[in-house]
């Protein structure tokens, strides 16, 4: 058909219809408070950067757990599937490693009698000329993994002739199958639309966990173990036994390996509004997840041992030295003492502590918002309301009053039985940060909950007007503060402040160039006041005559 108009007009007559100009555009509103990140040991995942999981895939992904009483590593991996079996959307995690770890090739080479079968070996360096492919399976199974691989039959003229497109199917070593790949050996071989079916291409375009190369052989014979059918009509391939093509090289984990898994998890595309310590003991790694906190503005949540008295426990805190941090508020210390069933079922009864399942609830709580997108972060979860769901508890040790208040006193928050007008149940009986402060809204986890998502929501807005007009740029961003801080006020985040210079406002902020560099730089300064939580209660009853 013969358009009416033109994209560009010279200095002809005719119409210019321009393309599709939008300002109907608002600030979108991420799921990453709904995702955890940790660094933890397992026995399946990619150690060369931080990857996602989730309900359904996590033991695929990270395998299928260890014993406790093989390694106390392996309890991180116990809060992960718990965690994302109770209101945690996705995962994301820094596998741990050491510089002893080895990826291996696995190779496949033709048999001795040509055009019959493969052998399949594997080896640490990359394969020597003859292979007929080879290939690096970068998810990292302990367990190892079984390779197959098959042609169709190719009729040429009527006659069976030597195909060059194969299945290649990736199975764990228990014949699950992991993925599916069918391509061409031949290189620049294409579709009927022209799109490339050489197979190291096809793999590329759907994944980045394999990397295979093929060799100078480019189709499968007749008579191989892997062409076409057998006399029973079935599908032939050529399969491998379970191969243990990764090594990882123990447990003996340094500093050093923590700041590559914190570096993997900092500089991850993928998002995440919380960070557990998922049990670690390890005060290396702890120290790799407050600097994590720090670059990231992103809450930490710690576990203190569960076999711990709470003297021990004030020590513990006291040695990691937390609160120095200049981003303390950010970091939140959770103590249960108590045995409960493994809700994995790989245990029995153990201690289990609490940073995964407590930050699990709070991506529960994110998922649901109301009409101007804010969730119930003024809500901490603590009390009666959120309550530990796992069965079998048995509480070891109970704190004093004294305890607990030096508890208090030291920023931890128990995790203990406490008694209601419904009944008595599990909970977190406190909700203080790590900030070495007394009377300040720095001290509650509500506040720090709060104070992250207006960081976070403003510094999108920011980089969303980077590179636009001076003038435009403030007008937007005056703009955007002016409704958040508005719906963040409805939304009962926020409350009239006391402070005389806030003039009875909830909020006050000043959008400017700077003065030294106004051609360039913007400046952003807001102050809040933001609701408290209800820590203490006193009574007093008086009797009149």
Same mark, same amino acid.
């Given at each position: 058909m013969?358009?009416s108009?033109?994209?560009?007009?010279g200095?002809?007559?005719?119409?210019?219809?321009n393309?599709?100009?939008d300002?109907s555009?608002l600030?979108?509103?991420?799921?990453s408070?709904?995702?955890i990140?940790?660094?933890l040991?397992?026995?399946? +995942?990619?150690?060369?950067?931080?990857f %996602?999981?989730? /309900? #359904? =895939?996590?033991?695929? @992904?990270?395998g299928?757990? $260890?014993?406790?009483?093989?390694?106390?590593?392996?309890?991180a991996?116990?809060?992960?599937?718990?965690?994302?079996?109770?209101?945690a959307?996705?995962?994301?995690?820094?596998?741990?490693?050491t510089s002893?770890a080895?990826?291996?090739?696995?190779?496949?080479?033709?048999?001795?009698a040509?055009?019959?079968?493969?052998?399949?070996s594997?080896s640490p360096?990359?394969?020597?000329?003859?292979f007929?492919?080879?290939?690096?399976?970068?998810?990292?199974?302990?367990?190892?993994?079984?390779?197959?691989?098959r042609?169709?039959?190719?009729?040429?003229?009527?006659?069976?002739?030597?195909n060059?497109?194969?299945?290649?199917?990736i199975?764990d070593?228990?014949?699950?199958?992991?993925s599916e790949y069918? +391509?061409?050996?031949?290189r620049?071989? %294409?579709?009927? /639309? #022209? =799109?490339?079916?050489? @197979?190291?291409?096809?793999? $590329?375009m759907?994944t980045?966990?394999?990397?295979?190369v093929?060799g100078a052989i480019?189709?499968?014979?007749?008579?191989?173990?892997?062409?076409?059918?057998?006399?029973?009509?079935?599908?032939?391939?050529a399969?491998s036994?379970?191969?243990?093509?990764?090594?990882?090289?123990?447990?003996?984990y340094?500093?050093d390996?923590?700041?590559?898994?914190r570096?993997?998890l900092?500089?991850?595309?993928f998002?995440?509004?919380?960070?557990?310590?998922?049990?670690s003991?390890?005060?290396?790694l702890?120290a790799?997840?407050?600097?994590?906190?720090y670059?990231?503005?992103?809450?930490?949540?710690?576990?203190?041992p569960?076999?711990?008295?709470?003297?021990?426990?004030?020590?513990?805190?006291?040695?990691?030295n937390?609160g120095?941090?200049?981003?303390a508020h950010?970091i939140?210390?959770?103590?249960?003492?108590?045995?409960?069933?493994?809700?994995?079922?790989?245990?029995?009864?153990?201690?289990?502590?609490?940073?995964a399942?407590?930050a699990?609830?709070c991506?529960?709580?994110?998922?649901?918002?109301?009409?101007?997108?804010?969730?119930?972060?003024?809500?901490?979860i603590?009390?009666?309301e959120?309550?530990?769901?796992?069965?079998?508890?048995?509480q070891?040790?109970?704190?004093?009053?004294?305890?607990?208040?030096?508890?208090?006193?030291?920023?931890?928050?128990?995790?203990?039985?406490?008694?209601?007008?419904?009944?008595g149940r599990?909970v977190w009986r406190?909700?203080?940060?790590?900030?070495?402060?007394?009377?300040s809204?720095?001290?509650?986890?509500?506040v720090?909950?709060?104070s992250?998502?207006?960081?976070?929501?403003?510094?999108?807005?920011?980089?969303d007007?980077?590179?636009?007009?001076?003038k435009?740029a403030?007008?937007?961003?005056?703009?955007?503060?002016?409704?958040?801080f508005k719906?963040?006020?409805?939304?009962?985040w926020?409350?009239?402040?006391s402070?005389?210079?806030?003039?009875?406002?909830?909020?006050?902020f000043?959008?400017q160039?700077?003065?030294?560099?106004?051609?360039?730089?913007?400046?952003?300064?807001?102050?809040?006041?933001?609701?408290?939580?209800?820590?203490?209660?006193?009574?007093?009853?008086?009797?009149?005559?």
């Amino acid at each position: 058909m013969s358009a009416s108009f033109v994209r560009s007009l010279g200095s002809e007559s005719g119409v210019q219809t321009n393309p599709l100009q939008d300002d109907s555009e608002l600030p979108a509103g991420t799921n990453s408070d709904q995702i955890i990140a940790t660094m933890l040991r397992a026995t399946r +995942g990619r150690i060369d950067k931080a990857f %996602k999981v989730n /309900s #359904g =895939n996590v033991k695929k @992904l990270l395998g299928k757990g $260890e014993s406790l009483r093989a390694s106390e590593l392996n309890e991180a991996w116990v809060q992960v599937v718990e965690s994302l079996n109770n209101g945690a959307y996705e995962a994301v995690v820094s596998r741990l490693s050491t510089s002893a770890a080895v990826l291996s090739w696995i190779v496949v080479t033709p048999a001795a009698a040509e055009g019959t079968g493969f052998t399949f070996s594997v080896s640490p360096d990359e394969p020597a000329p003859g292979f007929f492919l080879a290939f690096r399976h970068l998810d990292c199974f302990n367990d190892g993994i079984k390779v197959r691989f098959r042609a169709e039959e190719n009729r040429v003229a009527g006659a069976q002739a030597a195909n060059s497109v194969i299945t290649l199917q990736i199975l764990d070593a228990n014949d699950e199958k992991l993925s599916e790949y069918t +391509g061409s050996l031949v290189r620049g071989a %294409k579709d009927d /639309s #022209g =799109n490339s079916i050489y @197979l190291p291409e096809v793999i $590329e375009m759907r994944t980045d966990s394999l990397e295979l190369v093929t060799g100078a052989i480019e189709s499968v014979a007749v008579t191989s173990d892997a062409y076409g059918y057998n006399e029973s009509f079935q599908e032939k391939w050529a399969e491998s036994a379970t191969l243990i093509y990764f090594v990882e090289g123990g447990t003996a984990y340094t500093t050093d390996d923590y700041v590559r898994a914190r570096e993997q998890l900092q500089g991850t595309q993928f998002d995440y509004g919380y960070i557990a310590s998922c049990g670690s003991k390890a005060p290396a790694l702890i120290a790799q997840l407050v600097q994590l906190a720090y670059e990231t503005n992103i809450q930490l949540k710690v576990d203190i041992p569960g076999s711990l008295n709470a003297e021990e426990s004030i020590n513990f805190i006291e040695q990691l030295n937390l609160g120095a941090s200049t981003t303390a508020h950010l970091i939140h210390a959770f103590w249960h003492p108590a045995k409960a069933s493994d809700p994995t079922g790989i245990n029995g009864k153990i201690y289990l502590g609490t940073s995964a399942l407590n930050a699990a609830y709070c991506c529960a709580r994110n998922a649901i918002k109301n009409s101007k997108g804010f969730s119930k972060k003024n809500y901490p979860i603590a009390g009666r309301e959120w309550k530990v769901n796992r069965s079998g508890i048995v509480q070891t040790y109970t704190p004093t009053k004294q305890e607990l208040s030096a508890l208090a006193r030291a920023k931890i928050n128990p995790v203990t039985y406490e008694v209601y007008s419904g009944g008595g149940r599990y909970v977190w009986r406190d909700s203080l940060t790590c900030a070495m402060v007394d009377s300040s809204l720095k001290k509650l986890i509500a506040v720090a909950d709060m104070s992250c998502s207006i960081d976070d929501a403003i510094s999108r807005f920011g980089k969303d007007i980077l590179q636009l007009p001076m003038k435009i740029a403030l007008k937007r961003m005056n703009d955007y503060l002016t409704q958040l801080f508005k719906d963040a006020q409805a939304s009962d985040w926020l409350v009239p402040s006391s402070d005389p210079e806030m003039g009875g406002n909830a909020w006050k902020f000043v959008v400017q160039p700077d003065s030294t560099r106004p051609y360039e730089k913007m400046v952003v300064q807001y102050k809040l006041r933001y609701d408290g939580t209800t820590r203490q209660i006193e009574n007093t009853q008086t009797l009149s005559r």
